[in-house]
């Protein structure tokens, strides 16, 4: 399944462009009201010119404050369409904000004094090059798509004049990034003529989802049975596919549903994911990055006490590789201090752990008692197959069990497993309730923050309940 909403890199390039805007325009500011005079004489110069160090010192002032106004207007908020990134008026409104700010802080503190000709300048000028550097990154990005083939696979589930009007807006310049798979019909007599293939009805949904790739489905209508509509979720669930549906209630509306709109169309769709949202899966990776290098530094004299440890207690390798599901149920080698017997599981196959288990080492024991065993995992976040903080990444054996007998099991695979979670660290690992830790799972991935990860990190130092 494809990462629905922005990429990590495009989210690092929107924040990245927003900067280098900000910081140009703030550049020529200055310039055009200090230096431009032979350009532009109708700019007064000043009695005495400033410094501009002693502009350019609160410069990382400006880019927080016109950063934080763009967050809260959602500049930065997930859409269907790249295009909903440059919206100019928000833009506007945002950039006048954080102008209207800096001037407050002039005014409030004297060590912060900016001349006002530079803050009305500054107001055009950034939202100018915000909207310029946006512009210019939705080309870089289309670009990059259309070499790469990557699209979002979609099907329209539904007839008549209201799917053909989302296969036509899907199919447009301004979903580009968007492929229509093609239309699941509710009415099998319907001969209605489609741009895209009719794949089907809905009673064949399940084979229709096994046969094609898809990354997100519409149902353009409401008007069906509780039983189909809950068939077509049940579906969409198990397969990790974002799932919209045009509504013709509004009040259908909950806390854990968000409408959005393509040319004029509501739709309603399960909440996007707070990890859905680029600059969140930045902030992320980037704790990850940080933690994962200086934990592989910092504890690589541990590291060397361990494997010579490990292989005084027993014969077999010191690292223990085994295949793990990450996000969006892709397989990753995932490792671990080798705390069992090389032949563990030869008679009876992949199985939980248990308390006091026969299978451990001596040494294998105390390592899982005190979560040592995970600390080579430390590599896997390096690389980028896990996260610090997440649900623990599965065996693709109990996932095949597991995802037709446990509700909502599969959400866990929307983001990267961890190191440690909150099911971990409140005592739901081993062999304990998988339903009462799917429900820790998503709880996490519903909630989270990075508030939340720094917690869940802290508590993993004192949460060894079950730890075997």
């Given at each position: 399944m494809a990462r629905r909403g922005y990429s990590l890199l495009f989210a690092s390039g929107l924040f990245i462009s927003d900067l280098l805007a900000i910081i140009l325009g703030f550049s020529l500011a200055f310039w055009l009201r200090f230096?431009?005079?032979?350009?532009?004489?109708?700019?007064?110069?000043?009695?005495?010119?400033?410094?501009?160090?002693?502009?350019?010192?609160?410069?990382?002032?400006?880019?927080?404050?016109?950063?934080?106004?763009?967050?809260?207007?959602?500049?930065?908020?997930?859409?269907?369409?790249?295009?909903?990134?440059?919206?100019?008026?928000?833009?506007?409104?945002?950039?006048?904000?954080?102008?209207?700010?800096?001037?407050?802080?002039?005014?409030?503190?004297?060590?912060?004094?900016?001349?006002?000709?530079?803050?009305?300048?500054?107001?055009?000028?950034?939202?100018?090059?915000?909207?310029?550097?946006?512009?210019?990154?939705?080309?870089?990005?289309?670009?990059?798509?259309?070499?790469?083939?990557?699209?979002?696979?979609?099907?329209?589930?539904?007839?008549?004049?209201?799917?053909?009007?989302?296969?036509?807006?899907?199919?447009?310049?301004?979903?580009?990034?968007?492929?229509?798979?093609?239309?699941?019909?509710?009415?099998?007599?319907?001969?209605?003529?489609?741009?895209?293939?009719?794949?089907?009805?809905?009673?064949?949904?399940?084979?229709?989802?096994?046969?094609?790739?898809?990354?997100e489905l519409i149902f353009s209508t409401v008007n069906v049975g509780k039983d189909a509509l809950t068939q077509v979720i049940t579906a969409c669930d198990r397969r990790m596919i974002q799932f919209y549906i045009v509504p013709d209630v509004f009040d259908m509306l909950t806390s854990k549903v968000e409408l959005t709109s393509v040319s004029g169309i509501n739709m309603l769709g399960v909440q996007k994911l707070p990890l859905d949202n680029g600059l969140n899966r930045l902030q992320k990776r980037a704790l990850d990055l940080l933690c994962s290098m200086f934990g592989l530094f910092f504890l690589s004299p541990l590291f060397l006490i361990l494997i010579l440890r490990i292989k005084m207690s027993s014969k077999g390798p010191i690292f223990f590789k085994q295949a793990r599901c990450r996000e969006d149920g892709k397989e990753f080698p995932m490792f671990k201090f080798r705390t069992m017997r090389e032949d563990a599981e030869t008679h009876s196959g992949p199985v939980f752990a248990k308390e006091q288990d026969a299978r451990c080492t001596p040494i294998g024991a105390w390592m899982r008692s005190k979560n040592l065993d995970e600390l080579p995992q430390l590599w896997n976040v390096f690389h980028g197959d896990m996260s610090l903080v997440g649900p623990r990444p599965e065996r693709p054996h109990f996932i095949t069990q597991f995802k037709f007998d446990i509700p909502r099991y599969m959400s866990r695979h929307r983001i990267k497993p961890g190191i440690t979670g909150w099911a971990q660290v409140n005592g739901w690992r081993g062999n304990t309730s998988l339903e009462e830790r799917i429900k820790y799972d998503v709880y996490y991935i519903e909630n989270w923050s990075l508030w939340l990860d720094l917690k869940i990190l802290f508590l993993t130092f004192f949460s060894y309940k079950n730890a075997y």
């Open positions: 230096h431009a005079h032979s350009f532009f004489p109708f700019f007064p110069l000043p009695l005495e010119i400033p410094h501009w160090g002693n502009y350019v010192k609160t410069l990382p002032l400006v880019c927080f404050v016109f950063v934080l106004y763009f967050r809260s207007g959602g500049l930065y908020r997930e859409s269907l369409s790249f295009s909903k990134i440059v919206r100019v008026g928000s833009l506007l409104k945002q950039s006048l904000y954080g102008v209207l700010v800096l001037l407050a802080l002039s005014t409030m503190y004297r060590n912060v004094s900016y001349s006002r000709l530079f803050l009305i300048l500054l107001f055009p000028l950034i939202a100018f090059l915000v909207i310029l550097g946006r512009t210019i990154l939705i080309r870089v990005e289309n670009r990059i798509r259309k070499i790469q083939g990557k699209k979002t696979s979609l099907v329209v589930v539904g007839d008549g004049l209201l799917a053909q009007q989302l296969v036509r807006s899907f199919t447009s310049s301004d979903f580009s990034n968007y492929q229509v798979a093609g239309v699941v019909s509710l009415d099998p007599s319907d001969t209605e003529p489609l741009p895209v293939p009719k794949l089907g009805t809905l009673a064949e949904i399940d084979s229709i989802l096994d046969r094609i790739p898809v990354d």
